[in-house]
Structures are given as C-alpha cells and as structure tokens.
C-alpha cells in the first residue's frame, strides 16, 4: 500500500501528459488548414493586416477581385511619408478601392520605418519580402505569381523605382510609377532641402546608414538615377513642387530617355506636392493613366 501510495502522483501526472498529448496530437491532425479554394477566384475579398514578414511594420491590405486570373494584375503601393513615418491607410484605401473595382489585384503595404538601426537597405528588404508572400501565396490567394507593378507616392515612389532598379535580382517587377520620388540624393540642394525645409536633419544619415558624403557609395546606391536598367516608368511631378522638386523627376526622365527605356513623364501644372494636383484636379486623369500603363 505505502508503494501505491507514494507512486500515485507520478502516475497523475504520466496521465495528465498522456492526455495534453493526446489533445495537441488531434488538434494537429483534425485543425483547420487554408484550401487550395479559399479564397475562390470567382469571388471579391478584401483582406486587411496580412502578415507578410516578420517586424511588427510587415503587414499589408490585399484586395482581391473576382474573375482573377494567371494574366490578372497586381499593383503593390507604398506609402510615403519621407522615409520615417507614414501608413498604407494615410494615401492608398480610396486609390486601391479604385483599381480593385477596376479588376485589378491590390497589394497595399507597409514598411519598417527609419531608425537609428533601420535605413533604405531595410526597407527594400521589407518590399522584396511582400514579393516572396505574395509569390508563395499564389495558389491560397489565386494572383499571379509573378511580375508585379510597383507604385509609390513621394519616399514611396523613391523606393519603388530604387527596388525595381536595383534591388529585383529575380527580376519580378514588371512596371514601376512615381510619384513625386526623389530620384537623386546626391545634391547638397536637396538634402539642404530635407533637413531644413522638411525639418528632419537625421533623415539622411538614417536613409544612408552614414554619414552623407558627396558623390560617395552610399548616396550613389540609394539614388535611383544611378541604377536606371529596362524598366518601363511612368513618373507624376508637379511643376510647382516644394517639397520634392520637379528636376528630380526631370533627371530620371531625361536618363530613360538617353537609355531608350520606355517611360512617360505626367506634368502636373500645378499642386505641389499633391500627386493629383491642385484640390486634386487631375486624380481622374492620374486614376486612369496608371491604368492604363498597368494594363498595357
């Protein structure tokens, strides 16, 4: 009696983890598991804060219309908001309402932001990581696998050409917009611009991931103009822009150009800093030119 006594709460226990096992062992074989129709092509979804990597930014909007197919197009929009702040709602919810209604597959995402541990290497990293969800996902989500469309408004823009030019080694983007993108940081004018016009004077040592040296490597490789490659682009640049200048736009035009690229530079006359225009005048015109650039 006293050796069934004393084994008594180990045969407890033995039986208590018999059974959690047994429990995680049915939830394994019984959970529920996404489908290869989950979310059936022939139907619309719209899904919000999708988890595509792993920092607590990485998480993106899909908007999927129905009749999706393997020609479908995708459109990934990055938000701007010079780099260190920003959300895919701030700009994009109406823009992608818009192109979803148009049949066209929406990925709206955000970034990791700039920090004293975060620069642009960063944040191309987070736009390669949606292209690999977006790929591995394919059959869950019924969207191509493969080329995409890259659009970004002002550090948006900046990123999107900068990604398409020189970080898409797998060469899966297909067309890339700005809007309003700085194109060159290699201008004492302009980061001048930044630190005092725009009030961030850390914004560049951050975006660089050093110190900013004229005509130095760093400035050079996070400067799109320096790595322009067969990419059709479509720019928006108002003339009056006092935030990013107009030139920036007028620097990657004319290299596309002297590179016989194709490309397509939309002056807005006025607006400023609005890729739309003044009270957003030209959104239709902008609306309908994206489209067609996309579908083409």
Not at 11 to 33: D, E, H, Q, S
């Amino acid at each position: 009696m006293q050796f069934v006594k004393n084994t008594k709460p180990l045969v407890l226990v033995m039986a208590l983890a018999i059974a959690i096992f047994g429990f995680y062992l049915y939830k394994f074989f019984t959970r529920v598991k996404p489908l290869p129709d989950a979310y059936p092509a022939s139907e619309e979804f719209i899904l919000k804060d999708i988890k595509y990597a792993p920092d607590t930014m990485n998480y993106l909007d899909l908007y999927l219309p129905a009749g999706r197919t393997p020609a479908s197009k995708v459109l990934v929009l990055i938000h701007g908001g010079a780099w260190v702040m920003g959300d895919k709602a701030d700009f994009f919810d109406d823009f992608a309402d818009y192109f979803f209604e148009n049949k066209i597959i929406v990925a709206n995402v955000n970034y990791r932001l700039l920090s004293p541990k975060i620069n642009c290497t960063h944040q191309l990293q987070d736009i390669q990581r949606v292209l690999q969800f977006l790929k591995a996902t394919a059959q869950t989500y019924k969207v191509p696998q493969d080329k995409y469309n890259l659009l970004g408004p002002s550090a948006g823009g900046h990123l999107a050409l900068l990604y398409s030019y020189k970080a898409d080694t797998l060469e899966q983007v297909a067309k890339v917009i700005s809007m309003a993108g700085p194109t060159n940081l290699n201008s004492f004018e302009f980061k001048k611009l930044v630190e005092e016009g725009w009030g961030l004077s850390k914004v560049y040592t951050q975006l660089l991931g050093e110190e900013f040296v004229l005509n130095g490597p760093a400035v050079k490789n996070c400067s799109p103009v320096y790595h322009v490659k067969q990419k059709p682009t479509l720019l928006f640049h108002a003339l009056d822009d006092d935030v990013v200048p107009y030139s920036q736009s007028k620097q990657l035009n004319d290299s596309l150009q002297n590179k016989n690229i194709k490309y397509f530079l939309f002056t807005l006359p006025n607006g400023k800093h609005s890729p739309f225009g003044l009270n957003n005048s030209f959104k239709g015109a902008v609306q309908e030119q994206v489209m067609k650039w996309v579908r083409e």
